[in-house]
Every structure is written in structure tokens, then in C-alpha cells.
């Protein structure tokens, strides 16, 4: 597994899947999950793109690094350099969740990187407490028992971390954050907001698709928060609809 090494001397853990001449797509990962949980994506989508994954500070393989370095921008700048590291001067970013607003971080402030923005399971303002999180799972689960799907057997990658420090870095990057991200009228690339239906986020992610300029709502049944756990196959549905759509 290669590292980057950064500014500051965290190392972070990246790989990249598909054809070296595909193009790129740039996934940034939900908190407390490694980037082993996106597997059903990049087995879905490394047939006809150059998959480019990460853990984020503190989570997986990578090193939290300095308190001082638990930022969003920091984050966006280590997302980045995962890019430059495969040689991509843009790509489509995707993000679920936590990842999400890492993902809008890069879309506001590095726009000419971003050939088209992915946003699962995400708001623009605080995340939706633990306990609404959970429930939401629970919810998505009943509705997919009483619809006689099986569990899908997705690796669930919490709490798989080398530091554990990695709840403190996304705390501390939470901290001071605004009521509600402010520029989104901003972006200008095409924009996919997709949401399970049980997650607590969903009212953010209709504001998102709202605000965000040209942007497409898909509400993902039967999922909860963390939609790549609950329905891994819509999720890559979802996500390759979209970017077979994209203007050639």
C-alpha cells in the first residue's frame, strides 16, 4: 500500500484501481471507516475508471498527525495530494457523509480540480446525532427484512483504525464549524446529492441539492446513514448512472 507523506509528516495511505488512462474518480470516506468500505464501489466502477481512495487522518492506515492539522482544509489539501500523487489534475470526487464535506471542501476552493461532485448521505450544517443515525440504520434494516433482501455483505469497517485518535480529528475538524456551508451557490460542477431515505441527513441533503447550482436529489430506498453499508448496490448504481451522464 503506498503512503504520502505530508507537510507536517502524517503519512497517509492511498491506492488506486481501474486503468492507469480511465478517468479518475476521487472517493473520500465517511468518519470512523476505512477506505475498505467503499469495495463495492471500487469493484463496481474500476472496470471504467482510475478509482483513487484514501484513509483520512486518524482512520485506517493513515496517521491523525498534529492537532493543529484536524482541519477540513487540511483534509481537502491530504485529498488533494492523493490526486497529484496519481497524476490527476481533475477528477469526479465523491464523498459520503463526513467525506462529503471534505468533498464540498475541495469543490469551493479547488473548483478547476473537480470534473463532477458526488455527495452521499450529506448535510451542510452539524452532522445528525449518533443515536438518529443509528436509528435510521435500524429503520433501513426492518424495511429490507420486510422486503425479503438479504443483508449485503459489506465489510463494516468502523472503528478500524491504527490511531485511536481518529474520533478526535473529526471533532476537531467539526469544531467552529458554521451553521451551514456557506458558497454553494458557488459550484459549478455537475452535481449528484444522493441520500438514504431512514438517514437523519436527508433533509440536509435536499438543501444541498437546492443550493448547489444544476444539482440532482436521489433518495436511495431502504438506506439508512452510511448507504454504502446498507445498500452497496444502489449506491454504485447511483453513482455510475450519474457519471455515464456526464458530458464526454
Same mark, same amino acid.
Given at each position: 500500500m503506498p503512503y504520502l507523506t505530508r507537510p507536517d509528516g502524517a503519512k497517509i495511505s492511498w491506492e488506486a484501481h481501474g486503468p492507469p488512462g480511465a478517468p479518475p474518480l476521487l472517493l473520500c470516506t465517511m468518519a470512523t471507516a476505512a477506505m475498505?468500505?467503499?469495495?463495492?464501489?471500487?469493484?463496481? #466502477?474500476?472496470?471504467?475508471?482510475?478509482?483513487?481512495?484514501?484513509?483520512?487522518?486518524?482512520?485506517?492506515?493513515?496517521? @491523525?498527525?498534529?492537532? =493543529?492539522?484536524? !482541519? &477540513? $482544509? !487540511?483534509?481537502?489539501?491530504?485529498?488533494? =495530494?492523493?490526486?497529484?500523487?496519481? /497524476?490527476? *489534475?481533475?477528477?469526479?470526487?465523491?464523498?459520503?457523509? &463526513?467525506?462529503?464535506?471534505?468533498? #464540498? %471542501?475541495?469543490?469551493?476552493?479547488?473548483?478547476?480540480?473537480?470534473? @463532477?461532485?458526488?455527495? &452521499?448521505?450529506? !448535510? /451542510? /450544517?452539524?452532522?445528525?446525532? #449518533?443515536?438518529?443515525?443509528? *436509528? /435510521? %440504520? $435500524?429503520?433501513?434494516?426492518?424495511? %429490507?427484512?420486510?422486503?425479503?433482501? *438479504?443483508?449485503? *455483505?459489506?465489510? %463494516? =469497517?468502523?472503528f478500524r483504525r491504527r490511531d485511536p485518535g481518529g474520533e478526535k480529528v473529526n471533532g476537531r475538524a467539526l469544531a467552529g464549524q458554521p451553521a451551514w456551508m456557506p458558497g454553494l451557490e458557488r459550484i459549478s460542477a455537475p452535481t449528484l446529492v444522493a441520500c438514504g431515505e431512514q438517514d437523519p441527513n436527508l433533509p440536509g441533503s435536499r438543501r444541498l441539492a437546492t443550493e448547489i447550482p444544476g444539482a440532482r436529489l436521489e433518495v436511495m430506498p431502504m438506506a439508512g446513514h452510511g448507504s454504502i453499508l446498507d445498500r452497496p448496490d444502489h449506491v454504485a448504481a447511483c453513482a455510475r448512472a450519474f457519471l455515464e451522464g456526464l458530458p464526454a
Open positions: 475498505s468500505v467503499w469495495t463495492p464501489l471500487v469493484e463496481a #466502477l474500476s472496470p471504467d475508471w482510475r478509482v483513487l481512495l484514501h484513509d483520512r487522518r486518524g482512520e485506517g492506515d493513515s496517521d @491523525a498527525g498534529a492537532p =493543529a492539522t484536524h !482541519t &477540513f $482544509e !487540511t483534509m481537502r489539501d491530504d485529498a488533494l =495530494a492523493v490526486m497529484d500523487a496519481a /497524476g490527476a *489534475a481533475s477528477a469526479a470526487v465523491a464523498g459520503m457523509a &463526513f467525506g462529503a464535506r471534505v468533498a #464540498l %471542501r475541495i469543490a469551493l476552493d479547488a473548483p478547476d480540480r473537480v470534473a @463532477a461532485l458526488i455527495l &452521499f448521505d450529506a !448535510t /451542510g /450544517g452539524p452532522p445528525a446525532p #449518533l443515536a438518529e443515525r443509528t *436509528a /435510521g %440504520r $435500524e429503520a433501513a434494516k426492518a424495511l %429490507r427484512a420486510a422486503a425479503g433482501l *438479504a443483508e449485503p *455483505a459489506v465489510e %463494516r =469497517a468502523w
